[in-house]
């Protein structure tokens, strides 16, 4: 049983194109995140959501939004694929009670030519 | 603003000994979280281990375990009996609770255990 699963978890696709990342996670966890690992493997916070609502919104293009249909899914959209978005997304979530305890899905790797 | 900082890109150990990676972080905040991330090539993110500030005593995860020095912040991972399966990247991470609990992320150790 997967407890975060994120799909695809391979894309490539040309840049000007739209492009979603979804996330599910099964653990009953209110709060959701998306990370952004560059090609240094340097790993920052982009979105997090809590019982759907957004409450980390870090400096990222407005072509990257993120929707939270319900409390297990955080999707991600992409507008207008650059090639510096070229990265491994991973989703995250966790309990508002516990946040220390994140759990990560496997990442998405994502490549713009 | 919260910084953690990884001074060793790279290090390598030989099978079976003992290798301590280090991790010094900046907050002005007084509760917080400190985590060990393993990533292996898979790209998984595996937590390895867990220290909550405002216990002194050190955190250990069987061959894991951690010296916090508070008072320096810094968080040291020791890994001990070095396996094949712990080369892998490891993250140190910072959460407190005032910046919405994201993780922030050092930029990384590669480990590299060789037999």
């Known amino acids: 049983d997967t407890a975060v699963s994120q799909t695809p978890k391979y894309l490539v696709t040309q840049m000007g194109n739209d492009k979603s990342i979804k996330c599910e996670q099964n653990?009953?966890?209110?709060?959701m995140y998306w990370y952004k690992q560059d090609s240094k493997k340097f790993l920052k916070i982009m979105f997090s959501?809590?019982?759907?609502?957004?409450?980390i919104n870090e400096t990222v293009p407005n072509r990257f939004s993120p929707k939270s249909p319900d409390k297990a899914h955080l999707n991600l959209h992409i507008n207008s694929l650059e090639l510096g978005d070229s990265a491994v997304y991973f989703c995250?979530?966790?309990?508002?009670?516990?946040?220390?305890?994140?759990?990560f899905g496997p990442g998405t790797r994502l490549t713009v030519t | 603003a919260q910084t953690v900082t990884q001074s060793q890109p790279e290090m390598s150990v030989q099978e079976a000994e003992t290798v301590t990676l280090s991790c010094t972080y900046d907050?002005?905040?007084?509760?917080?979280?400190l985590f060990w991330y393993k990533q292996p090539p898979s790209r998984q993110m595996i937590l390895v281990i867990r220290q909550e500030a405002y216990k002194q005593q050190n955190a250990t995860e069987n061959r894991f375990s951690v010296n916090f020095q508070k008072a320096a912040k810094s968080f040291s991972l020791k890994i001990s009996d070095s396996q094949l399966g712990d080369t892998a990247m490891y993250f140190c991470?910072?959460?407190?609770?005032?910046?919405?609990?994201?993780?922030?992320f050092g930029e990384g150790t590669q480990l590299t255990v060789n037999p």
């Open positions: 995250a979530s966790s309990q508002e009670q516990s946040r220390y305890e994140q759990y």
């Open positions: 653990l009953g966890h209110d709060t």
């Open positions: 959501y809590n019982n759907k609502e957004l409450i």
């Open positions: 991470a910072f959460m407190t609770a005032r910046y919405g609990s994201r993780l922030t």
């Open positions: 907050t002005s905040e007084n509760n917080y979280y």
